[in-house]
């Protein structure tokens, strides 16, 4: 026998869930796994979910946020901001039951390597409607009335970082596609976000220690993408990023990539 390698197997675990939590239990009632909930039933279910305790829902973390990414690959645009924005304060929440200054949560980093797919019966994938969504609630009006929300987004931009990279990762993997051109959409979805973060960072509505994680985190996201965009994209983005910094001029902490 050669003992050669016939094929790969992957296997995910996946499970009915049954919360005795009212408002928990409304939320997955919401989750569009068959057929299309209207929007207001989403809403409504996102709504629900922020009623509960942080330390109930703290066991269904995992399927929250798959559900909550799901949302936003199926979702309307107020769908899509209204999922983001209930998962940065469930993140925000969960977080800050820990006794844990790392900064990235293992629990977090762990979601990211081990649980986060694609959604497998969408043909969106998460990457490029979280990416446009997260453009969206750092540019809406709304940011100005809850400011926690968009410094929590800015506070996890690493996780939703790590979960684009990923998500690009598995659909390059899917279709093939390592090292060829990534959409220009895509590129200039990348180079508006990175705007928005150069706006935070100039406008000194950060401390010094979160500037440096958020710059930190984008340094690593484009770093990600040299494996699966061609250089000339990636070079687009970095040369974005640089005249941007150049522009703004009153940028006080080391954020070269």
Known sequence: ?????????????????????????????????TGHLSDAAMIRGIGDLLQTDSIVAAPFLYHILNQLFRSICVGSETVRIEAQRAMTSVLSRFTAQLDDESERNDILLSYVQNIFRNPPDIDVPVFSRLLKTWIL??????????????????????????????????????????????TSEFVDDVKALTNRFLTFLADGSLGVLARGKLNRSLALFVHDLYSVATIDQVSEIVEAYFSETAEKGNLFVDYRL
Do not use: Q
Request: glycine letters at 4%.
């Open 137 to 182: 609630c750092l540019k809406n009006r709304k940011a100005e009335v809850f400011p926690h929300i968009v410094e929590g987004m800015l506070e996890f931009s690493w996780f939703f970082l790590d979960v684009m990279s990923k998500s690009i990762f598995l659909f390059c993997l899917e279709k093939g596609t390592f090292g060829r051109s990534l």
């Open 1 to 33: 026998a050669t003992h050669s390698a016939l094929f790969r197997l992957s296997v995910v675990v996946a499970s009915s869930v049954y919360p005795t939590n009212f408002y928990l239990a409304s939320f997955f009632t919401f989750y569009p796994t």
